[in-house]
C-alpha cells in the first residue's frame, strides 16, 4: 500500500513520461530534460537555490548548502556548490540531463517507494535494457487528477508545485500524452496563466519564468546542433 511518500517534482515527471504496461519512455516527450529542469526546480522549491538576475542575465545562487537527503538532488546541489563561477539556468538544466544514469536512477526510487517494477526486456534479441512497469497507479492518478483541476477547472488557490509541474510538463509537450489535445487546445488561456505563474506570488513566478526560458534554450540548442551536423 502507498503510503503517500513525498515524490520530488522529477520523481513525478518520470512518472508521468513512462507508459505504465510496457514501463519504457514515451518517445514523444522530451523527458531528459523536463527532469532536469524538475531537478532544478526542486532545489529552488527546497530554498536550496535562488535565481539573481543582472543585466539581464538570471543566474543560480546557493542559498543553502544543508543536503535535502535524496541522493540525486544532492548530487546536482553538489554541482553548483562546486563551481567557482556562477552559471545560469540553461547551463545547469543542459548540466543536470548529463547526471549518470539519471532516468534509471530516479525509476530506481520509484522502484523503492512500491509504484514501479524493475525489469529487463531484450530490444531486437541483441541489447537489454531496463523498463519499469507501474504497479501501483495510485500515486500517478493522483498526480494527473492535481493537474486535471488546475487546468480545467477555474481554481485559483494553485499550489506551487502543481504549478510548476505543468509549466515543465507543458514546456516538453507532455500534456499531450496525457489529456485530450483539443479539451487542451480549448484551455489554451488558462494553460498560459498557470505556466506564466499567473496564480501565485511575483518571486515564484520569475522562477518558473526563468526555468522556462533555460528550458528553451537548452532544449533547443541540441536540436539545432544535431540538425546543423545533418546538413
Known sequence: MWDKLKLYLNEEILLLCLKDK????????????????????????????????????????????????DPILDEALQLII??????????????FTNIKKLKNRIAQQLVNKGILRAEQDKVLLLFTRNIYPEVNPEPEHEIIERLRAAIFTEKSDLDVSTVILIALADSIDLLKTIFDKSQLKEQKN?????????????????????????????CIIPAVITASAHH
Open 82 to 95: 562546486k563551481r567557482k563561477k556562477r552559471a545560469e539556468m540553461n547551463y545547469w538544466v543542459t548540466k
Open 22 to 69: 510496457e514501463g519504457t519512455m514515451n518517445p514523444w516527450v522530451n523527458y531528459q530534460f523536463g527532469l532536469a529542469g524538475a531537478i532544478l526546480a526542486e532545489l529552488l522549491l527546497q530554498k536550496r537555490v535562488d535565481i539573481v538576475t543582472e543585466k539581464k542575465h538570471k543566474y543560480v545562487q546557493i542559498v543553502n548548502t544543508t543536503p535535502i537527503g
Open 190 to 218: 488558462r494553460l498560459k496563466q498557470i505556466a506564466n505563474g499567473d496564480l501565485i506570488g511575483q518571486a515564484t513566478r520569475e522562477a518558473i519564468q526563468a526555468m522556462q526560458a533555460a528550458m528553451m534554450v537548452a
